[in-house]
């Protein structure tokens, strides 16, 4: 009989959380106590705490979530099982928003699940189709597995990018052969942000990360994602455009009839009242997302190796 691989959860948090509730979860986790550890790397950048405790850690697998994700118990043995193929590097799912989560933090859900708002990253925050080999457009960071060799083989996250560190990342195991698995009924949940404010500065926040991710490791992928910042551009010039003619505005048109459509699209998923809700946040999405795009184009990257700088706190779980 095989053995199980061994497997390290990692936690990034803030120094002063003392409600983990990602911890409650992983402690449930079904799986053999002698084969898995829990580190909580404590800090204020992700990508540094994450690399901290990579270097730390025994498993052969790490499994990756947030402060505030919640997988079930099964969800180690399942996503394990992928790892049977040697060519798997990364196995992830979607993070869902808990049933119990109040009416506006749904409705956000529901936008992340819209088509037209995300793309194919929606899979993120919904089950989409059957189990499949992906990329990075469909798998998430706080709920994710990967191979702790192939990771530090390539110098763990890069730390110049936060968010969309795990992207960067992503490309590069593919782009060295490796398969990258999605598997839809390997979830967690996680609640959204619970406030517009911080919904909105999500979106900037998403587009920045994007934009600075290209800027250090475009792909042909990246085009997706210039779409929301050549929207904005189209509605700036757009007064200027008018001189042309009416033809300048079948663009816009053809968008709100796309906005509507994808509005009927998500009642079967979060009824009448949420769907609407979520009609002006899809709009929202493009304009937050392109403008941070931009921003994100010319703001100042940090270069060099590890951030030496930033400190961590690494506290290594009893079982």
Same mark, same amino acid.
Request: glycine residues 8%; positive net charge.
């Given at each position: 009989?095989?053995?199980?691989?061994?497997?390290?959860?990692?936690?990034?948090?803030?120094?002063?959380?003392?409600?983990?509730?990602?911890?409650?979860?992983?402690?449930?986790?079904?799986?053999?106590?002698?084969?898995?550890?829990?580190?909580?790397?404590?800090?204020?950048?992700?990508?540094?705490?994450?690399?901290?405790?990579?270097?730390?850690?025994?498993?052969?697998?790490?499994?990756?979530?947030?402060?505030?994700?919640?997988?079930?118990?099964?969800?180690?043995?399942?996503?394990?099982?992928?790892?049977?193929?040697?060519?798997?590097?990364?196995?992830?799912?979607?993070?869902?928003?808990?049933?119990?989560?109040?009416?506006?933090?749904?409705?956000?859900?529901?936008?992340?699940?819209?088509?037209?708002?995300?793309?194919?990253?929606?899979?993120?925050?919904?089950?989409?189709?059957?189990?499949?080999?992906?990329?990075?457009?469909? !798998?998430?960071?706080?709920?994710? =597995? #990967?191979?702790?060799?192939? +990771?530090?083989?390539? &110098? /763990?996250?890069?730390? $110049? @990018?936060?968010?969309?560190?795990?992207?960067?990342?992503?490309?590069?195991?593919?782009?060295?052969?490796?398969?990258?698995?999605?598997?839809?009924?390997?979830?967690?949940?996680?609640?959204?942000?619970?406030?517009?404010?911080?919904?909105?500065?999500?979106?900037?926040?998403?587009?920045?990360?994007?934009?600075?991710?290209?800027?250090?490791?475009?792909?042909?992928?990246?085009?997706?994602?210039?779409?929301?910042?050549?929207?904005?551009?189209?509605?700036?010039?757009?007064?200027?455009?008018?001189?042309?003619?009416?033809?300048?505005?079948?663009?816009?048109? !053809?968008?709100?009839?796309?906005? =509507? #459509?994808?509005?009927?699209? +998500?009642?079967?998923? &979060? /009824?009448?009242?949420? $769907? @609407?809700?979520?009609?002006?946040?899809?709009?929202?999405?493009?304009?937050?997302?392109?403008?941070?795009?931009?921003?994100?184009?010319?703001?100042?990257?940090?270069?060099?190796?590890?951030?030496?700088?930033?400190?961590?706190?690494?506290?290594?779980?009893?079982?």
């Amino acid at each position: 009989m095989s053995r199980e691989p061994s497997v390290t959860v990692i936690i990034p948090t803030k120094p002063d959380l003392a409600e983990i509730l990602a911890l409650a979860a992983a402690r449930n986790l079904d799986y053999p106590r002698e084969q898995l550890e829990i580190i909580i790397a404590r800090g204020k950048q992700p990508s540094v705490q994450r690399n901290t405790a990579l270097r730390a850690a025994r498993g052969e697998i790490i499994y990756f979530l947030d402060d505030d994700s919640c997988p079930p118990p099964d969800n180690l043995r399942r996503a394990v099982a992928h790892f049977a193929d040697p060519a798997v590097k990364m196995v992830g799912g979607p993070n869902l928003c808990p049933a119990d989560a109040p009416a506006l933090e749904k409705i956000f859900a529901l936008v992340l699940a819209s088509w037209l708002a995300f793309g194919p990253s929606r899979a993120r925050y919904w089950p989409v189709g059957q189990t499949r080999a992906s990329g990075e457009k469909e !798998l998430i960071l706080c709920n994710l =597995l #990967a191979r702790r060799a192939d +990771l530090l083989e390539l &110098g /763990g996250f890069n730390e $110049a @990018l936060y968010p969309n560190e795990e992207n960067a990342l992503m490309d590069e195991l593919q782009k060295r052969g490796g398969k990258l698995i999605y598997d839809p009924a390997l979830i967690a949940h996680r609640r959204p942000r619970r406030t517009l404010k911080a919904f909105c500065k999500m979106l900037m926040t998403y587009g920045r990360g994007r934009a600075e991710q290209f800027r250090v490791n475009p792909t042909p992928g990246s085009a997706l994602n210039f779409v929301p910042p050549l929207f904005c551009v189209y509605l700036v010039v757009l007064p200027l455009l008018a001189l042309l003619g009416k033809i300048v505005f079948l663009p816009l048109a !053809l968008y709100a009839v796309a906005v =509507l #459509a994808q509005t009927v699209a +998500l009642i079967p998923m &979060g /009824g009448v009242g949420k $769907a @609407l809700a979520a009609l002006p946040l899809q709009i929202l999405v493009h304009l937050l997302y392109g403008c941070g795009f931009w921003r994100g184009m010319f703001t100042q990257l940090k270069t060099g190796g590890p951030r030496m700088d930033v400190p961590v706190t690494l506290e290594k779980i009893s079982l």
